[in-house]
């Protein structure tokens, strides 16, 4: 294959007059150059995808974010000309992520333990059980797509998302209170956490659909910044719940835990209200008006016009097979607890090590993952992670006696490479699904995506795990093939790289991102004459 490289003089002569909605923007055209192979990461040209370079964040939030390694310059993506270069995110931006997913993060963190511990002793289930039960409380999750169009379509005081998080808070406050003052049982259980559940997954829909309206016209680069600026929000609350809250469950009980967490929501309420949140929230564009004025038809046609198209269906089909791969998390638990016999302190320290293991790859990434390409994240950084996690053989088969390791150690080491090594991979994930959502369809989208991954991970998952688990004989109390299901497992969780074909080029996303629809027939790039290439440039091919 012949692949030409060109000066930039020769390159700057071109432009591509496209058709976006009711008028023509011009847009610079670069050819892209990338190496072949599915392992291969894309090599960007450095100047060609940027109209200039600025801060991405307000000197205040900088200063915050600098020593997390989050606070560098990065050039904006492609934008229309006629548009407008996004305001940068101040201290308030920072305060409202902290707020919406530090509060999920602390909701879901907080009774982590404490939950494990219920379905095990007092409502007596077994590992295969405890998954679909968890499977089933993961329901809320899958569905997001109808909090975004209700969200959408039904604004409340003139706003779509501030005044559905205010409820939701509130909700979800309610069922976690309630659940602290009453005996629980399997179904109340389920209950209360499909509540907490859908409260949690509705907020989170609606805050994701303000991040990702402040993320329009960014670069790939800003929008992983922005990103790992709200997993590290969650994943700080999540850790510091998760270590408090087994501490707490250790001292006290399932209900003295709930009573704690149930209180979080409305504190994270009154912050809110004090922030005034609702200047966050941007006016509605066309596809927002055509929801609330009332014209549901013509919006879900867009909807489904959008969804259909062959790059979003790829990505969609990418998202659901990766995420249903078995999950060792139940079995894990189990193993420490029935066949290591670790005491419930002992749990508890390997429950804080996982919680602080989710922090630490959020402080890990800017420095690591964040500098590749997504492609060469997915390709071998998932080569890297399955690696990595492979260390849990040497506790599952025992093998850390051998070596003179104490159970416990060898569990609170496999815990932690195996979380930190796992959430390295999901930054690179998310800023893409950020990315590929077209202006004015943020919350529906975005909330579609998720919600897919969600319904994988949560439910197509909680099923391969269960059949998994049948199939090697595993139980409560029964681990002769653990080894087997592990090796298994880490093979299936090499999916990604046989399918990183699916995920979309980075032409599609500039296109998504400058709103122009995919078209075959493009103006064909002129010839260039020969005086006019630098002396620079070369014909290179490609044995």
Known sequence: MDRCSLSAAALLSHVDRRTCGRCTLPRLTLPRFTLSGPLVGEQNDQTGDRLSLDELWTPRSAAVLKPLGLSAPASYGTIPVAGDRPARLGSGFLVLVMLLFGSQGLVTGFPRLAYLFLEKDLLQLTPAQATRVSALCALPWSVKPV??????????????????????????????????????????????????????????????????????????????????????????????????????YSQSSVGVVLLVVGLSPLAALLGLILLSPSSFETSANQSSDLAASGSSAEYLRLVGSTLTKPRYLLFTLYLLLCNATPDTGKVSFYFYSNALHLTEQQIAVCSSIDQAAILLSMLIYPHTFARKSVRWTMSWGVLIVTALQSSSLLLFSHSNRILGIPDFAAACMTTLICTCASNLTLVPLISLMAMMCPAGLEGIVFSFFSSVTNFSSDIVQAQSSSMAMKYFGIDAHNFSNIVQFQTCVLFLWLTPVALLWMLPTEEELLDISAGIEPSDDRDPIPEIPMKAVDVKARIMVDM
């Open 147 to 248: 909090y975004g169009l209700i969200s959408d379509m039904v604004p409340i005081g003139g706003l779509h998302r501030v005044p559905y998080i205010i409820i939701c808070l509130t909700l979800a406050a309610a069922a976690l209170l309630y659940g602290s003052t009453v005996q629980l049982t399997v179904w109340s259980y389920c209950a209360m956490r499909v509540t907490v559940e859908a409260c949690l997954a509705w907020m989170l829909v609606c805050a994701e659909a303000l991040v990702v309206q402040r993320s329009e016209g960014l670069s790939m680069d800003q929008n992983n910044r922005i990103q790992s600026v709200v997993q590290l929000s969650g994943a700080l609350f999540f850790t510091t719940g998760g270590v408090t809250g087994a501490f707490a």
